[in-house]
């Protein structure tokens, strides 16, 4: 029963990397229809950013690296926009090869310059202890993670709720044409949401490094995951996403536990599967309209 | 001739391979309203698209106010002063009324938030809708809201894909007296897409009838009473 319970933080944070990955994705896929195959490797830059300024933070690297993370992985989420994936918008097939191929550039580009092999981020002392509760433990660095993933999600929930930047973000998502004629640059917007976006995918990153060895493919074991997160969740749907990346990391969780992780896998799949066919539009949909 | 706020010339646009409009001319002078009429599929809808870049002219030149805008994004077209209301009551379904204006306000060139309450003295029964999401509003009150949303803009001319097709008839004359009031008393120029005759007469200065992507007839409003016109509206 204890190691049972022991599944609990282990799914929730799981679920809480989810989260952070999926939000950028569920918004890029949202507003722009991109499916950016890339996705996962601005989470493998947020990881290698916090290994990097080990050098510079020593053992507090991690907490140093969240907001640097950030802008390192915005940065790289905005270059690829900018260059690339915006002269191949409504042309979802060919971004999606094209994302695929940066996603196997930037993988061996990480392979160049850091090496193949795994590397590890010392996590600081504070992180590294475990709090006992009613026989479970629970890790720090668990404890971290999901409060990392609240803290993001009531910031983007106050972005999108309470700023000019934000609502403007969500006019273009529910309607990116009628945007255009209020006289939205929806262009900029685009640039902003694919910062923040690929931004969020940095922190999840900084965070992955608590839990396990940082490798140039790191990004590739989240970003399937990922994408069934924003399917099941609805388009662009904070609530969507939150709910769906929580369900998912605690069914892959709870499923290695009774099986193994290749089996889990085969569940989640399974069950997302069967999810979709009931609700094909998955759990809240962008662009409802009661009349039309 | 010089004072027309908005000037088109040999306008042409296609969807992909297939061409719809075939070298539109017309010009709105500041202040007039025209309609734009023809069958269904002639190329109304098309020929404001073009006009306000949402899909960008294969060939021709759009003047406004005696600038070329052909070049510029929609929504420079808009800060300009060109507010469009597309066909189908389009907001922002999930946003709320309030946000559906403010939005648009913010996206402005004035900012001033005096334009939202003009745009509710419009349309005085969106006040009461303030909190309510867009989606979830009467088709009609859609339309108001989407008409309400150009005003917020500061159009110096308000450009209609036809404003009162499938809304309920009792909002339908709201719709009309609205624009007549904006255009008679606020001295608003409107180039208006409409399929209805006696709504054309009431409200027109002028008019064009496109057919087969070419304007096939223009005129002043007493001229709409030709058996000519209505030979080319005649489903």
């Given at each position: 029963m204890t190691s049972l319970l022991n599944q609990l933080p282990i799914g929730l944070s799981i679920g809480a990397v989810l989260l952070l990955t999926a939000l950028g994705l569920t918004f890029t896929f949202g507003q722009m229809g991109v499916v950016n195959m890339a996705h996962g490797e601005f989470l493998m830059a947020g990881a290698y950013t916090a290994y990097l300024l080990q050098d510079w933070a020593g053992a507090q690297a991690v907490p140093v690296a969240l907001p640097v993370a950030f802008l390192v992985a915005?940065?790289?989420?905005?270059?690829?926009?900018?260059?690339?994936?915006?002269?191949?918008?409504?042309?979802?097939?060919?971004?999606?090869?094209?994302?695929?191929?940066?996603?196997?550039?930037?993988?061996?580009?990480?392979?160049?310059?850091?090496?193949?092999?795994?590397?590890?981020?010392?996590?600081?002392?504070?992180?590294?202890?475990?709090?006992?509760?009613?026989?479970?433990?629970?890790?720090?660095?668990?404890?971290?993670?999901?409060?990392?993933?609240?803290?993001?999600?009531?910031?983007?929930?106050?972005?999108?709720?309470?700023?000019?930047?934000?609502?403007?973000?969500?006019?273009?998502?529910?309607?990116?044409?009628?945007?255009?004629?209020?006289?939205?640059?929806?262009?900029?917007?685009?640039?902003?949401?694919?910062?923040?976006?690929?931004?969020?995918?940095?922190?999840?990153?900084?965070?992955?490094?608590?839990?396990?060895?940082?490798?140039?493919?790191?990004?590739?074991?989240?970003?399937?995951?990922?994408?069934?997160?924003?399917?099941?969740?609805?388009?662009?749907?904070?609530?969507?996403?939150?709910?769906?990346?929580?369900?998912?990391?605690?069914?892959?969780?709870?499923?290695?536990?009774?099986?193994?992780?290749?089996?889990?896998?085969?569940?989640?799949?399974?069950?997302?599967?069967?999810?979709?066919?009931?609700?094909?539009?998955?759990?809240?949909?962008?662009?409802s309209r009661a009349l039309t | 001739m010089s004072g027309s706020l908005l000037e088109v010339r040999g306008l042409e646009a296609a969807y992909g391979r297939a061409r719809v409009l075939f070298g539109v001319d017309l010009e709105v002078g500041a202040g007039g309203l025209m309609c734009v009429m023809g069958r269904n599929g002639v190329g109304k809808t098309t020929l404001l698209n073009a006009v306000m870049g949402v899909l960008p002219p294969t060939a021709g030149t759009v003047l406004f106010d005696g600038e070329d805008v052909t070049g510029l994004p929609t929504h420079e077209r808009v800060r300009r002063g060109m507010g469009y209301v597309p066909q189908g009551h389009e907001t922002f379904p999930q946003l709320t009324v309030a946000e559906n204006l403010q939005v648009t306000l913010e996206a402005s060139r004035h900012r001033d938030r005096g334009a939202i309450d003009e745009a509710l003295a419009v349309f005085p029964r969106l006040t009461e809708l303030l909190n309510r999401r867009a989606g979830f509003l009467s088709g009609g009150q859609q339309q108001q809201l989407a008409i309400a949303r150009a005003l917020v803009t500061r159009p110096r001319m308000l450009i209609l894909d036809e404003p009162t097709e499938g809304i309920q008839p009792s909002i339908v004359a709201e719709i009309e007296t609205a624009i007549e009031r904006l255009h008679r008393e606020d001295g608003l120029a409107v180039l208006l897409v409409e399929q209805y005759l006696e709504l054309a007469l009431r409200l027109a200065d002028t008019f064009v009838i496109i057919e087969g992507g070419l304007v096939r007839r223009s005129g002043t409003a007493a001229d709409l009473r030709d058996a000519e016109v209505k030979r080319l509206l005649a489903v």
């Amino acid at each position: 029963m204890t190691s049972l319970l022991n599944q609990l933080p282990i799914g929730l944070s799981i679920g809480a990397v989810l989260l952070l990955t999926a939000l950028g994705l569920t918004f890029t896929f949202g507003q722009m229809g991109v499916v950016n195959m890339a996705h996962g490797e601005f989470l493998m830059a947020g990881a290698y950013t916090a290994y990097l300024l080990q050098d510079w933070a020593g053992a507090q690297a991690v907490p140093v690296a969240l907001p640097v993370a950030f802008l390192v992985a915005g940065a790289l989420g905005w270059v690829l926009e900018r260059t690339a994936i915006r002269h191949f918008y409504g042309r979802p097939l060919d971004t999606l090869l094209l994302t695929w191929g940066v996603s196997l550039i930037l993988q061996q580009a990480a392979r160049d310059l850091f090496g193949a092999p795994n590397v590890q981020v010392v996590a600081p002392s504070w992180l590294t202890g475990r709090v006992g509760l009613s026989g479970a433990t629970l890790p720090h660095a668990r404890l971290f993670i999901m409060a990392l993933a609240v803290a993001c999600v009531v910031g983007i929930w106050a972005y999108l709720g309470r700023s000019r930047q934000g609502r403007r973000m969500r006019a273009v998502m529910q309607n990116r044409e009628l945007a255009a004629v209020s006289g939205v640059a929806t262009g900029r917007v685009d640039q902003l949401t694919f910062f923040i976006g690929s931004g969020l995918a940095g922190v999840a990153g900084v965070a992955l490094t608590l839990v396990g060895p940082v490798g140039p493919s790191i990004g590739t074991y989240y970003i399937v995951d990922a994408f069934l997160v924003v399917v099941a969740g609805g388009l662009g749907q904070l609530r969507g996403a939150v709910i769906a990346a929580l369900a998912l990391g605690m069914l892959n969780s709870f499923a290695e536990f009774w099986t193994d992780a290749s089996l889990a896998k085969v569940v989640v799949f399974a069950v997302v599967v069967a999810f979709l066919q009931v609700r094909p539009q998955g759990l809240f949909v962008l662009r409802s309209r009661a009349l039309t | 001739m010089s004072g027309s706020l908005l000037e088109v010339r040999g306008l042409e646009a296609a969807y992909g391979r297939a061409r719809v409009l075939f070298g539109v001319d017309l010009e709105v002078g500041a202040g007039g309203l025209m309609c734009v009429m023809g069958r269904n599929g002639v190329g109304k809808t098309t020929l404001l698209n073009a006009v306000m870049g949402v899909l960008p002219p294969t060939a021709g030149t759009v003047l406004f106010d005696g600038e070329d805008v052909t070049g510029l994004p929609t929504h420079e077209r808009v800060r300009r002063g060109m507010g469009y209301v597309p066909q189908g009551h389009e907001t922002f379904p999930q946003l709320t009324v309030a946000e559906n204006l403010q939005v648009t306000l913010e996206a402005s060139r004035h900012r001033d938030r005096g334009a939202i309450d003009e745009a509710l003295a419009v349309f005085p029964r969106l006040t009461e809708l303030l909190n309510r999401r867009a989606g979830f509003l009467s088709g009609g009150q859609q339309q108001q809201l989407a008409i309400a949303r150009a005003l917020v803009t500061r159009p110096r001319m308000l450009i209609l894909d036809e404003p009162t097709e499938g809304i309920q008839p009792s909002i339908v004359a709201e719709i009309e007296t609205a624009i007549e009031r904006l255009h008679r008393e606020d001295g608003l120029a409107v180039l208006l897409v409409e399929q209805y005759l006696e709504l054309a007469l009431r409200l027109a200065d002028t008019f064009v009838i496109i057919e087969g992507g070419l304007v096939r007839r223009s005129g002043t409003a007493a001229d709409l009473r030709d058996a000519e016109v209505k030979r080319l509206l005649a489903v």
